[in-house]
């Protein structure tokens, strides 16, 4: 059991046990609505609750719920009714993305498993919903649900894009063959910010190791160079280019740390020039085509009914 926080006065809650008032001994049937007016400075306490009419009743912290939590239990699938469901067995995509399909594994690296799950109409239509990704960590694998990487890829996610263009795809129905056909579509004039959006954030991250830390996680280095050579690329040429080989030992020597920072920082802002540049030239779209995105989701989605 994880740890209850103190519930703050005001907070409105819902007695889960009958109580009897403190003053004159009432009996308070479970389900009484009530406010805090006094919170206890532990667990071990009791809480001071008003009730609607007025009366005060005591109620330790695993006796009552909040009301906003109270109203939704019963919509609260838990994770054991999802797993009868077997969601794996929705995956329509499946492939391998990470130093695996870049072409930079070496011995210590893992296999990471990507793809897409297409959920049965009556389980997308309850009022349970279904998740967005489903994730098994142990295994490095992780699926999202079809409109939400369909999202993603329109929003130019760069690890969303690398699944629809690595060469190694392990599972892929007719249905996931058609999106692969079509995945130009995704491609857009929003993978300068995206990606740029990307490398600033992990480029402050490494600044503020090395004012904290004095280092930095070299592996991340090499992967905002990665992002950047990708990113150039696939505003020149209008495809994602997974495969790195043409750069593994540059960007392994950033890994096992041959180069220093600044001779990494030069490279980077050379990269950014570039990328500028081929924003400037770029022949892709200003954005991506929301109406066959949208089309195809349709058609998927009638698919499972």
């Known amino acids: 059991m994880q740890p209850h926080l103190i519930v703050p006065v005001g907070t409105q809650v819902v007695s889960r046990v009958d109580a009897k008032t403190l003053t004159k ?41 909040l ?41 210590d690296s893992d296999c990471d498993h990507r793809g897409i799950y297409l959920p049965p109409a009556a389980l997308h239509w309850s009022l349970y919903g279904i998740p967005e990704q489903i994730e098994d960590k142990p295994a490095q694998e992780c699926y999202w649900e079809l409109q939400k990487f369909l999202l993603l890829a329109l929003k130019a996610n760069p690890n969303v894009l690398e699944c629809l263009y690595t060469p190694l795809v392990e599972t892929a129905t007719p249905l996931a063959e058609q999106l692969l056909d079509k995945r130009r579509i995704f491609l857009s004039r929003l993978v ?63 890994k096992y740390q041959h180069w220093t920072w600044p001779q990494v920082d030069q490279w980077r802002l050379q990269l950014h ?23 195809f989701l349709i058609q998927a989605r009638q698919s499972m009914v």
């Open 192 to 254: 300068y910010q995206t990606y740029n959006g990307y490398a600033l954030s992990q480029f402050k991250k490494m600044e503020q190791d090395l004012r904290v830390k004095g280092q930095i996680r070299w592996k991340h280095a090499m992967h905002l160079i990665r992002l950047l050579l990708s990113g150039i690329t696939t505003l020149k040429e209008g495809f994602v280019p997974v495969d790195m080989r043409e750069y593994r030992d540059r960007l392994l020597a950033i």
């Open 67 to 107: 009301h906003k939590h109270f109203q939704i239990e019963g919509l609260n699938r838990s994770t054991n009714d999802l797993e009868d469901y077997n969601l794996q067995d929705y995956v329509i995509y499946r492939c391998i993305v990470g130093s695996q399909a870049y072409g930079l594994a070496d011995q």
């Open 25 to 65: 001994g009432q009996l308070c049937l479970a389900g009484a609505v009530g406010q805090i007016v006094r919170s206890p400075t532990d667990n071990s306490h009791t809480y001071e609750i008003e009730l609607a009419d007025g009366r005060l009743i005591g109620l330790q912290r695993q006796q009552f719920s």
């Open 273 to 295: 020039q570039e990328f500028e540049q081929a924003f400037a030239q770029t022949q892709l779209p200003e954005r991506p085509d929301y109406e066959q995105a949208n089309a």
